[in-house]
């Protein structure tokens, strides 16, 4: 599966940026579709994961109330809206799939396959 994350850029604090996931040649059906984070130096940290045919989710803790991730059936994409960024939400974020995920490990890094090339957020202060 081929990913495609898109939708960074630089923001202010308070601001709202919207990421897309999208797959070609593929669908998302029957996956896990997760978001994560990484900062320079730092590990790869799981941000937001959505099941595509039950819509579950989970969030980090840090971002419940402020990021909500959908997906779009049609356009089969995935989006993680980020509302009230924060400085420390600046990060590489990438988008990773897989068939395999179950719920109970949809927030470990390792369980994803399949990997986007990251998009650049930056929220500055």
């Known amino acids: 599966v081929q990913l495609q994350a898109s939708g960074g850029g630089v923001v202010q604090a308070g601001g709202s940026l919207r990421l897309s996931c999208e797959t070609s040649?593929?669908?998302?059906?029957?996956?896990?579709v997760g978001w994560f984070r990484q900062v320079p130096g730092g590990e790869r940290e799981f941000v937001a994961a959505?099941?595509?045919?039950?819509?579950?989710?989970s969030y980090e803790d840090s971002v419940k109330g402020r990021f909500t991730i959908s997906r779009d059936n049609a356009k089969n994409t995935v989006y993680l809206q980020m509302n009230s960024l924060k400085p420390e939400d600046t990060a590489v974020y990438y988008c990773?799939?897989?068939?395999?995920?179950?719920?109970?490990?949809?927030?470990?890094?390792?369980?994803?396959?399949?990997w986007g090339q990251g998009t650049q957020v930056t929220v500055s202060s």
């Open positions: 990773a799939a897989d068939r395999n995920v179950i719920s109970s490990t949809m927030r470990d890094v390792r369980a994803y396959d399949n």
């Open positions: 959505i099941r595509w045919n039950s819509r579950h989710t």
């Open positions: 040649g593929h669908t998302f059906s029957g996956h896990i």
